[in-house]
């Protein structure tokens, strides 16, 4: 702010008013000097001009070096003309008062000079022990000042901020006062010995605050030594580092566990198992390893998106920690694999019965972004040191025993010497009660119905297998089919699939319905092997369908897509037969468009895990959507299977799905209910006919 600024509000600038205080301290004390003189004349004429020596001091003091030296000519002007007279003189003689004014005027500049400097350097202290004041009591470390004797004389604010205590608290006695008990006495002596033989000692160590709280500090400790070399007291500076103890240890924690899970992760597993190892080994104890792996876990992904399977993951992870014991040591490997690793093994019937836990709580339906799932899991156990000695070795067998209970079934688990003794003689045992079962004649097909959405007409049927088992029942193809394939025995059964299939659609075509597509299902090795298109010839020749061929549809899943050469060519052989082809389980696979578009197919089923979540869930039926909109612009026809509510039809019905299956509309059947479905389906033909007639 400039001078006329200053003064349009009335205020002087900053260099006016320091010249008035000058000028003002100039005049001032010598005037009063001037008043008390003149008032205390009859007393004190003779000495005058020594009382104007105080105005002076007064004026170098208050008003600074100009003020001084101004004050000292004003004076000396006042004492030569008003006061002195010859007779009150040192002594006598023209040139006389020269020298009580020249010694004056000495003595003023003088006293004007050194007290300024006094003042000054007075100053200059006072600000510097403000400066060091300011350091003291603003630093963020705690600093402790004691005596000789380790008495505590001093703390600043850090101190009292970092420890709890107040200054009052602890002055008068030792830091011993926050002591944690953490380091014994050895440790204290050390550190006194190193502070008298060095004058210094620095390390970390742990103290307790006011309220009991332990925390970490770094410390540094110096002796302060008087002019004699003798120590007179010490300076304590502590940083408290719980920060940094923290940020360590979650760096640690993040090397050691996995970020979504908080579970310990494949590096921590592997010296835990290890420890677990050696503890066994040391009591002659057992260990079991028990491996997890979530079933179909690729498919919430595929259909919900990662955030969702994120989310299922650390569900898992949480069900898991409650279902085992607290000394269990829970880790997650990577994906959707879990360990869990149990100590002090008694009976092998124990491991069993937290293997059934962990499955019964993993397959508790959880509810995901407002949708509820329902999670399944595969356990493989192995046993310390019943199956291996080491880690790798261990979680090889406990990982083969896993994928073996994926073979059964998955939502089962398997242990590692099962799987080489029980398992294989189970697999064997199947292996030949199949094949007896094609000359027993205990396979049968059931059928189920699909239909338009739109006028609920029958299209046509799906035929499944079914195994009428001596022993376990009627079987599902998921107990036998994995079994048949990796026997060869697929074949044949494929074969008898195929057979059976065509006799039936040429018993109704006899009966004199009208011809219904038969969708059968078709195996990827039967494509692979080329066993597929001498067994389609055959069918088609021995029941006389090859006017009919294109009502025979063959169902292929999308992982016999991944062969594409030999695919193709069989493909195309069906083709030119005239039998459909239809790709199973759409969208659980990769597929690509490109693919799609060259492949000779006719149909899309669309894969039941998206149909069940229509319409409430917004990626699935985008999903859907999408499908059948590229299935139709492709030419193909879509059929959507897994229908269990009127809401998943209404929905499949608004996006123009052209054909839907599922227990809502028909469960699976015998050939006689849909002996039924097709005379039903007759009559109303031809109740339309009459009426239009």
């Known amino acids: 702010m400039g001078t006329a600024a200053w003064s349009k509000h009335g205020l002087?600038?900053?260099?006016?008013?320091?010249?008035?205080?000058?000028?003002?301290?100039?005049?001032?004390?010598?005037?009063?000097?001037?008043?008390?003189?003149?008032?205390?004349?009859?007393?004190?004429?003779?000495?005058?001009?020594?009382?104007?020596?105080?105005?002076?001091?007064?004026?170098?003091?208050?008003?600074?070096?100009?003020?001084?030296?101004?004050?000292?000519?004003?004076?000396?002007?006042?004492?030569?003309?008003?006061?002195?007279?010859?007779?009150?003189?040192?002594?006598?003689?023209?040139?006389?008062?020269?020298?009580?004014?020249?010694?004056?005027?000495?003595?003023?500049?003088?006293?004007?000079?050194?007290?300024e400097r006094l003042r000054r350097s007075e100053q200059r202290s006072r600000e510097l022990f403000d400066l060091s004041s300011a350091v003291f009591d603003s630093t963020s470390e705690g600093i402790i000042v004691t005596d000789a004797e380790a008495r505590i004389v001093r703390v600043n604010q850090a101190f009292t901020a970092i420890t709890g205590f107040s200054a009052d608290e602890v002055l008068g006695k030792t830091p011993a006062v926050q002591r944690s008990g953490l380091q014994d006495q050895h440790f204290y002596s050390q550190l006194w010995s190193t502070l008298k033989d060095t004058g210094q000692w620095q390390g970390e160590l742990w103290n307790r605050r006011k309220s009991g709280e332990l925390f970490p500090v770094w410390e540094s400790i110096s002796a302060i030594r008087g002019a004699t070399g003798g120590i007179t007291g010490y300076v304590s500076i502590l940083t408290d580092i719980t920060k940094l103890k923290q940020a360590e240890e979650r760096l640690r924690h993040l090397a050691n566990h996995d970020p979504l899970t908080e579970l310990p992760n494949r590096l921590l597993f592997a010296s835990s198992m290890q420890q677990s190892i050696e503890r066994a080994k040391r009591h002659r104890e057992r260990v079991a390893l028990i491996f997890i792996d979530l079933d179909r876990f690729k498919l919430v992904n595929d259909s919900m998106g990662h955030a969702a399977g994120d989310k299922l993951l650390k569900e898992v992870g949480r069900r898991l920690k409650r279902t085992v014991r607290a000394e269990d040591v829970v880790c997650r490997l990577g994906g959707d694999e879990f360990t869990v690793v149990v100590e002090e093994i008694v009976r092998v019937d124990d491991v069993a019965a937290l293997a059934q836990k962990i499955i019964a709580s993993l397959s508790t339906p959880v509810t995901i972004d407002g949708r509820q799932l329902v999670v399944s899991a595969s356990l493989g156990i192995a046993l310390y040191p019943d199956d291996a000695q080491s880690v790798e070795e261990l979680s090889r067998a406990a990982d083969a025993a896993m994928y073996r209970a994926k073979e059964r079934g998955r939502s089962t688990f398997e242990f590692y010497t099962t799987e080489i003794s029980d398992s294989v003689h189970e697999q064997l045992s199947m292996e030949v009660d199949l094949r007896a079962a094609l000359e027993r004649e205990e396979l049968a097909l059931h059928f189920q119905p699909q239909f338009d959405p739109m006028t609920m007409k029958l299209k046509g049927v799906e035929a499944l297998l079914r195994w009428r088992h001596p022993m376990l029942g009627l079987l599902m193809p998921d107990r036998f089919i994995q079994m048949a394939e990796q026997t060869h025995l697929i074949n044949a059964l494929g074969t008898w699939v195929l057979q059976r299939a065509c006799a039936q659609l040429r018993a109704w075509v006899d009966e004199g319905f009208e011809p219904v597509r038969m969708a059968i299902n078709v195996s990827g090795r039967q494509v692979i092997y080329d066993h597929l298109v001498s067994s389609v010839e055959s069918a088609l020749e021995q029941y006389a369908l090859q006017d009919i061929a294109d009502c025979i549809e063959l169902e292929l899943t999308e992982s016999v897509l991944q062969a594409v050469g030999p695919s193709t060519e069989v493909l195309d052989r069906m083709r030119a037969m005239g039998v459909r082809v239809a790709i199973d389980d759409f969208g659980v696979g990769y597929s690509s468009l490109g693919l799609l578009r060259h492949l000779p197919i006719d149909a899309l089923k669309i894969d039941r895990s998206f149909v069940r979540n229509l319409p409430a869930d917004e990626n699935s039926d985008a999903i859907v959507q999408a499908v059948i909109s590229m299935a139709h612009a492709l030419g193909l026809k879509v059929v959507a299977e897994g229908v269990e509510t009127e809401a998943q039809l209404d929905r499949l019905r608004a996006l123009a799905c052209d054909e839907v299956q599922g227990f809502l509309l028909g469960v699976p059947m015998p050939a006689s209910e849909i002996r039924k479905l097709l005379s039903k389906a007759d009559a109303t033909l031809r109740a339309a006919g009459r009426s239009s007639g």
């Open 12 to 115: 002087r600038s900053p260099s006016a008013v320091k010249w008035a205080r000058i000028v003002a301290m100039s005049l001032l004390p010598p005037l009063i000097a001037l008043v008390l003189q003149w008032s205390l004349w009859s007393a004190i004429r003779p000495y005058v001009w020594f009382l104007f020596y105080p105005a002076v001091f007064a004026s170098s003091w208050f008003g600074g070096r100009w003020a001084g030296i101004h004050s000292t000519l004003v004076s000396t002007l006042l004492v030569w003309y008003l006061f002195i007279a010859p007779e009150y003189q040192f002594t006598k003689g023209p040139h006389a008062p020269l020298l009580p004014a020249a010694v004056f005027l000495t003595m003023g500049a003088v006293f004007s000079l050194s007290h």
